[in-house]
């Protein structure tokens, strides 16, 4: 590569880099605004405010608060998963596992929302070679964003399931939201780009994070909306191959 395409090439980085800081900017300006505005409140009246009042103050803190971690982290991730696929610490994990284990992570925000939890996973190891944390930053990723649209009372449903003869594990976690355009389907996993019919706190980064790892590990994801409403999101890794499953194919 010639110096003067380098240089292209360095200044075109830079400039992408420089709206993004301007764009995390300016999402972030307006959670915070809401927390300053609310504490100045709590602090302006808090002798006189009512207790409902108060709380319904704090609620809103505690949401704006949640949209700034949001955004934080978003950017964050969007540093560590830039590494290459070859830095990856791969070792064989169940994938069912990691599954129940961020349920159980984000089991008081669930209940929180009093969203139920219906599982569709055979009792039965689903071991694959995988970067377990960046597995689970996936499954985060999709289970927060499950949560997010889905309403209160409603459900989120989690199917797994072994497919192509055994050799790769599928996993669906759907919602009961207001499904994704179909023609945005492919497009909310590229950066900074999300559906067009919700209204999200983040920068666009969760899925496209999600793609790059799920790509990383040779899997394959995607979306697709609900016959009966909501949306899906499915991913695909390969599993180890057990001596057992091979037998039931032939």
């Not at 950017?75 to 961020?102: C, P, T």
């Not at 590229?190 to 067009?196: A, I, L, Q, V």
């Amino acid at each position: 590569m010639k110096i003067d395409e380098v240089n292209s090439l360095k200044d075109h980085t830079n400039e992408l880099d420089s709206d993004v800081l301007i764009q995390f900017v300016h999402e972030l300006r307006s959670p915070l605004h809401c927390v300053l505005s609310f504490t100045d409140s709590i602090l302006r009246k808090s002798e006189s405010v009512s207790r409902d009042r108060m709380v319904s103050y704090l609620k809103e803190v505690n949401k704006s608060g949640m949209q700034c971690l949001t955004l934080v982290n978003e950017m964050m991730e969007m540093k560590k998963n830039s590494v290459k696929s070859n830095n990856f610490n791969i070792k064989k994990a169940d994938i069912s596992a990691i599954l129940k284990r961020v349920v159980n992570q984000m089991k008081s925000v669930i209940d929180d929302k009093k969203i139920s939890i219906s599982w569709d996973c055979p009792d039965e190891v689903f071991m694959a070679k995988v970067d377990e944390k960046m597995l689970t930053r996936v499954v985060i990723n999709l289970l927060s964003n499950a949560l997010k649209f889905t309403p209160e009372n409603k459900k989120i449903s989690i199917n797994v399931e072994k497919i192509n003869s055994f050799t790769e594990v599928m996993v669906t976690i759907s919602d009961e939201g207001v499904g994704i355009c179909e023609e945005e389907l492919e497009i909310i996993f590229e950066e900074y780009r999300m559906g067009s019919n919700v209204e999200s706190d983040g920068l666009g980064l969760g899925l496209s994070i999600c793609k790059n790892i799920i790509n990383a590990h040779n899997g394959k994801v995607w979306a697709e909306n609900n016959e009966n409403g909501g949306a899906s999101i499915k991913f695909i890794v390969p599993l180890v191959v057990i001596e057992s499953d091979l037998e039931i194919t032939k």
